[in-house]
DNA sequence: ATAATAACTTACATAAAGTAAGTAACTATA
DNA sequence: TATAGTTACTTACTTTATGTAAGTTATTAT
């Protein structure tokens, strides 16, 4: 191994190449949503989504919020973090209705 | 399911979100490069190197050419397709120099 | 004849993801 | 009072993906 890759790429890399980690952040662009809301809209299993989740909040790319409504309401949301990967999840965008 | 997210951009999404596939396509932005060139400077294993080239082969985002010389050597590179992922990975490159 | 090299492939083990059922805390309905 | 409904999970178990290490093919060098 010579390695020659910056390490904070490969290290936003890691993150990003996850399953399902880039259409959480592309759902959340379109403003704060609910857990099954997520899962139904992306076709993530809940097992995943919750772990994901957790992730992503441990990096600082996703926030959750409690509303001690009935029945209890959680919100997800982009931090600032995670806001400054639109202009990315732009350009998946266009490259997919480019090239796909 | 409630799916609302564009087909074509789901697609890139399942490409680009393996394990791995990032930092192929950006290794092969820096200019053609080996097998063996790959697997260590990536750190992937060969089993799962192969596999993804043939992927990305069959997605048209890399090219496979022989040079029957000895011993014989085979070089990878980005298609069209392939280059046009470039503002992408720099995205990626910025987004993690800032955040990470 | 033996060893070396590149680019894989195969067999087997471990890690990640999917599926389905279960839990907690509360409310609405019978 | 009991039953069922709701949301946001978690747990146990199965299937799929990835890692590890050894083997294969074709060719040249020693």
């Known amino acids: 191994m010579d ?58 790319i996703v926030k959750r919020e409690v509303f001690p409504e009935t029945p209890v309401r959680i919100e997800y949301s982009l931090t600032d973090k995670g806001v400054a990967l639109e202009p990315l999840m732009r350009d998946i965008e266009n490259w997919s209705q480019n090239w796909i």
């Open 3 to 60: 390695k020659s890759i910056c390490p904070r790429f490969e290290k936003a890399m890691s993150i990003l190449s996850q399953r399902w980690t880039g259409l959480i952040i592309y759902q959340l662009l379109g403003g704060p949503q609910r857990f099954c809301s997520l899962e139904s809209s992306i076709g993530v299993s809940g097992r995943v989504l919750s772990e994901r989740l957790k992730d992503l909040e441990n990096e600082g």
